[in-house]
C-alpha cells in the first residue's frame, strides 16, 4: 500500500475540524457478513429462491409470503455471529479521540455500535430491533434467532413480527435523513467505505457535501473516483488501520 497516500490520509484527518464516515456493505463483508448484492449472493438467492434478493428484502414480498423472507433473512442476517473489523474499531477510536463525528451506514448488522461508536445513522435501519406490526410490542433478538428463520408472531396480539429495516418499497427515515444529510454539508472531510455509491437515494446525499477533501475507499472502482482528492482501491480495514498510530 502506498505510504505516501497513507500519510497524506492522516494529515488531513488530524487537521480536519469536522470528518464524517458514509459507508457501505464493503465495511461489514471483511467481518464475514453475507452480501446479498454480490455476484455469488445474487446467484445463490435466484437459484434456490427463484426470486432476487432485492425482491424478498421488498414490503409487498414480506407480507404476502413472510414465509420465504424469514428462511432468506434468518440465514443472510441472522444466522453468523460476526465481530467488528479492524475498519470499525479504527472509527471508533477515532470518534473517542474527537477525530470523527459521525459514522452514517447504509447496513443494519449493528457492527459499527458494537465496535464503540457512538454517534452512528443507520440509513437502512437495523436488524437489532424487532416489532409487531399490529400492536408495537417488541420481539426479543435472541428469541427471533432461536426460531432459525421461521416466521415470528407477536405474543400478545398474534401479529406479524417485521425487522427495523428499511424493505424496498419503503421510504427512508426522514428524521436519519435529515441528521445525515447536516452532518455531509457541514463537514470538512469525508470518508467514503466500502460502497460502489450505486445504492440509490443514499448514495445522493454524498453530493450535499461542500468541504475541503474527500477519500475514497473500495476495493472497485466507482462513478465518483475522479471527485475524490484520494482514493484506495484496498481492503477498507488495511487502510484504516494503516493511518490508525499516525492520528
Known amino acids: ?14 487537521r480536519s475540524g469536522k470528518t464524517v464516515f458514509f459507508g457501505g456493505a464493503g465495511v461489514s463483508t471483511e467481518s464475514g457478513v453475507k452480501d446479498y448484492r ?5 446467484y445463490n438467492t435466484v437459484r ?28 443472510y442476517f441472522l444466522e453468523i455471529n460476526v465481530e467488528p473489523n479492524t475498519a470499525h474499531l479504527v472509527l471508533a477510536v477515532m470518534e473517542k479521540k474527537g477525530k470523527l463525528s459521525s459514522v452514517i451506514t447504509q447496513n443494519i448488522d449493528g457492527l459499527h455500535q458494537k465496535a464503540g461508536s457512538k454517534n452512528v445513522l443507520e440509513l437502512h435501519g437495523t436488524t437489532a430491533v424487532h416489532y409487531c406490526m399490529e400492536c ?7 428469541k427471533l434467532k432461536a426460531l432459525k428463520g421461521k416466521v ?35 463537514a470538512e472531510l469525508l470518508i467514503i467505505g466500502g460502497t460502489s455509491l450505486a445504492v440509490y437515494p443514499a448514495a445522493m446525499y454524498i453530493r450535499y457535501f ?25 481492503s477498507i480495514g488495511q487502510v484504516l488501520g494503516g493511518v490508525a498510530d499516525k492520528i
Not at 2 to 8: C, P, V, Y
Not at 48 to 68: A, N, R, W
Not at 137 to 142: A, G, H, Q, R, S
Not at 218 to 223: E, V
Open 152 to 186: 415470528p408472531y407477536c405474543e400478545k396480539c398474534g401479529g406479524l413480527v417485521r425487522p427495523e429495516v428499511v424493505l424496498y418499497e419503503e421510504p427512508l427515515n426522514e428524521s436519519v435523513v435529515e441528521k445525515a444529510i447536516s452532518e455531509i454539508s457541514t
Open 1 to 14: 500500500m502506498d505510504k505516501e497516500k497513507l500519510k497524506q490520509f492522516a494529515e488531513m484527518i488530524n
Open 136 to 142: 408495537g410490542k417488541p420481539y426479543p433478538l435472541e
Open 48 to 75: 434456490e429462491y427463484g426470486v432476487s434478493p432485492e425482491t424478498i428484502l421488498s414490503h409487498s414480498f414480506f407480507v404476502s409470503k413472510p414465509d420465504v423472507f424469514y428462511d432468506f433473512y434468518y440465514k
Open 210 to 234: 461542500r468541504g475541503s477533501h474527500i477519500v475514497l475507499i473500495n476495493k472497485g472502482q466507482t462513478d465518483f473516483d475522479s471527485n475524490a482528492d484520494l482514493v484506495f482501491h484496498d
Open 38 to 42: 454480490s455476484e455469488d449472493g445474487l
